[in-house]
């Protein structure tokens, strides 16, 4: 019963390195989103994809790129890491749903990532 | 845009004790609400949600949740407290991105942290 499955869990990185964080989903869920979680604030949409082959820009996508080749994963590429991207990283997915959508969003274990 | 508030960073309570997680909303429409839990260094757990219908959702592991429209709010309740409670709870609601088409994206709140002691 895997569900969504994010790896890896836990990473440093130095400034200025790239590394992809990568999530899978075994639910044939059309949906994925990524979100980050920092202390006091909540978790912020970082990108979302409402299926293969189409992504979109969430609240803070800065410094972050996505892509979506199959429905099952959704990896998060960060191109030059920097501190302010020190962050626990959520992966999630949902099923479509009929107009209004009050479907269920189930997250990943999530990506503990320190950037120094 | 909606959203969601947690007033209480951290609650403490005794164990066999009654627990209350308190969450107000702010919407355009409906509100469709949601509780998360998340315990020390894993994901979010779904607990409950309010879509429609009775104003007293139940939900996982003993917890229940009050939708008062008047007082916009969503609290999160259990009558007995556990010490295994003690975890980070997130209250969120549905926000749906133009156009409308049956996609939603949740808002949460800052979380907070419930501390049961024995």
């Known amino acids: 019963n895997a569900g969504v499955t994010q790896t890896p869990k836990f990473r440093i990185l130095k400034i200025g390195q790239s590394m992809t964080l990568q999530c899978t989903q075994d639910?044939?869920?059309?949906?994925m989103y990524w979100y980050r979680q920092d202390p006091g604030m909540g978790l912020k949409l970082i990108y979302y994809?409402?299926?293969?082959?189409?992504?979109d820009k969430g609240e803070v996508p800065n410094g972050y790129n996505v892509s979506r080749s199959t429905t099952e994963d959704f990896p998060l590429r960060l191109e030059l890491a920097a501190p302010s991207q020190t962050s626990v990283y959520f992966c999630?997915?949902?099923?479509?749903?009929?107009?209004?959508?009050?479907?269920?969003?189930?997250f990943g274990e999530g990506s503990w990532l320190t950037v120094v | 845009a909606q959203s969601v508030a947690q007033p209480e960073d951290q609650v403490n309570v005794a164990e066999g004790n009654p627990l209350t997680v308190k969450c107000t909303y702010s919407?355009?429409?409906?509100?469709?609400l949601f509780w998360y839990v998340q315990y020390p260094n894993r994901g979010l757990q779904f607990l409950l949600k309010?879509?429609?219908?009775?104003?007293l959702v139940k939900g996982s592991y003993g917890f229940e949740a009050e939708f008062n429209k008047s007082q916009t709010s969503f609290h999160l309740k259990k009558p007995s407290a556990l010490v295994s409670d003690s975890a980070l709870y997130f209250c969120?609601?549905?926000?749906?991105?133009?156009?409308?088409?049956?996609?939603?994206?949740?808002?949460f709140g800052t979380g907070t942290r419930l501390l049961v002691s024995p």
């Open positions: 999630a997915s949902s099923r479509p749903g009929t107009v209004p959508s009050g479907n269920t969003i189930y």
């Open positions: 639910m044939n869920h059309n949906y």
């Open positions: 994809s409402v299926g293969a082959g189409i992504t």
């Open positions: 919407v355009s429409g409906n509100p469709y």
């Open positions: 309010y879509i429609t219908g009775d104003n």
């Open positions: 969120a609601v549905r926000d749906v991105l133009p156009p409308d088409t049956g996609f939603q994206k949740l808002v």
